[in-house]
């Protein structure tokens, strides 16, 4: 058998080619196209100009496979029902101590090789492993080649960053809230074909869902993304692939690196999914809540349920060991070195290892407070109910900060962070660094603290209203609650030097370079603490892309607001109704007719640059 993408010869029973992936014709098809036009050359049109925004006019004769075009989506086409060959038994196995659970696929994911071309053609999504079976409507929801929008090619690479910190700006009938915080990846939501598309890094996924999909978590530098529609769990990456995971599932968590996926689904099993083959394997049954995963995904921390009791183990070296009954877990290094839990009956947080050497790191942990830890898990900071506290290598903790604080970290803030959650009291943060020292923290106080190398404590500033700096962690704004701006250089312990006053927003962009805008709506640029440059005047809103560029709003006579772009001394118009601005380090999307009734608008976007492209019509959150 020949297949129908790349040539290649297959053995007749094969169910995808060897090279490239493509999903074959078997005798049995599973609601697929005739096969006939899938003979033609996929990619068959000439190869795309460098800064191509107009559609593809040809139609694509693949099922699944089809150059993008101008007019709305047509109904879905399945893009590649997926063909189960039969369910390996899921066998049950004691937790403790077994031996390497057999996976429950028979083969790892073979994954379509990605030929180097300037601009992603619309693809079928490549078969994902799943232990079940499919059902009579597996092919009612899956992934689908996008038909429907427009591609930009050539589109400026984004340097691979690990912040993730971005701003929403309501506009007009939005409710006014603002977040710095943000991802790479977007998911937008098409009503009228229920379907969502995905944007990243300037460009909109070559694949779609059938229904609405959300985010629900990523690695640290965002390369892979994990996505739920309609209770499957999907992951995409940032060469536009999207991959179906597995089917049901409950909740989900990846590794900071990205390696491993571990999920629960709705009989309450734990499996693992290697994100670089693809392999499922199953770790165990009766569990009670999200898993925690060391850095490099190979140890797991899970509960289950014995008899009434919550039973903790570690999953490390394909063995699983008991560690602790009603407990929670928090983090765990790699091959459990170091492993964190919270026992709700003592308000006490402990650090152990796989042999059992316990040791009691605190108790009182703040409601709301963080739990902040190095990069290998071997070092951590965390606050009590009578100071901030340092321990590593899991010894003895010290104070280094007197007062009883929540406590987050500046890179956190930043987003040079990768974030986990456990039950009731805090949060864990993983930073991108060997040591925490040299470390900058806000608290509840509204200070701003300088913890050393020595992890000696500074306060640097205090009564901060609002507070920004650059990706590089080196100039730090902040304004009081009078509404004073003030400027610092991080590290230098200088004391900080005023730049204006009444002051109501501002957004720090590269270097020392920040934009303000003050009580009477007027917009100024200026670097360090140096003198304010007007922009203009009757501004809303504004936000600073991580190429410096200022995007701002402004009322207009009519009640509607003008959407201004600012690179250097050139200032230009983008739209003369616009609802929403968007930015994070990967995009920059701004959106236009927004439709009250339906909640729905058009969507604009840009990679790195100052060119907006139409991307996606009457789509919402």
Known sequence: MFCPNCGTKNDDDALFCANCGTKLEVPTPVAEPAPA?????????????????????????????AAPVAEPAPAPVEAAPVAEPAPVPVVEEAPVTEPAPAPVEAAPVVEPAPAPQPAPVPQPVPEAKKTKAASASENSDKPK??????ILIGAAALALIILVVGAIIAIGKLSGSSSKFTDYYDAWYDDNNDQTYITYKGKVFPNYFNGRASLVDAGADYSIALFMCDDDLYMADSKENLKLVYEDVKY????????????????????????????????????????????????????????????????????SFKLSRDVTPIACSDNAKYIYYYDPSKDAVYVSDKNYNTNKLGTGIIWGSNLVFNNDISKVIFSTNDGLYYSENGGDKVKVYEKSVSVTPLACYKGAAYKYDYYGQASAFITPFKTLGSMYF??????????????????????MYDYDCDKDLKNFFYTNSDGTLYYTKLGSRLDAVKVADDVISFYVGKGNSVYYLNEDQSLYATKGAGKGKKIADDVETIVVTFDNICLYTANTRNNESELYQVAGTQKKILSDECYMVYTNPA???YTTNYDPAEGSFDLYITGKGTTFWNALTEVTF
């Open 442 to 463: 806000t608290t509840s106080d509204a200070d701003l603290i300088y913890v050393d190398a020595k992890h000696e404590t500074t306060k640097i500033a205090g009564n």
């Open 587 to 589: 995009s920059t999307i």
């Open 37 to 65: 036009p899938v003979e033609t050359a996929p990619v068959a049109e000439p190869a795309p100009a460098p800064v191509e925004a107009a559609p593809v006019a040809e139609p694509a004769p693949a099922p699944v496979e």
């Open 145 to 150: 080649s996008k038909k429907k929008i427009f």
């Open 252 to 319: 989900s968590t990846i590794s900071y690196s990205g390696n491993m996926v571990a999920f629960v689904d709705k009989d309450n099993d734990l499996y693992s999914y290697d994100t670089k083959n693809g392999r499922v394997s199953h770790i165990s049954g009766d569990i009670i809540q999200t898993p925690v995963i060391s850095p490099n995904g190979k140890t797991i921390l899970y509960v289950t349920e014995d008899d009434g009791d919550n039973i903790l183990y570690a999953y490390v070296g394909r063995k």
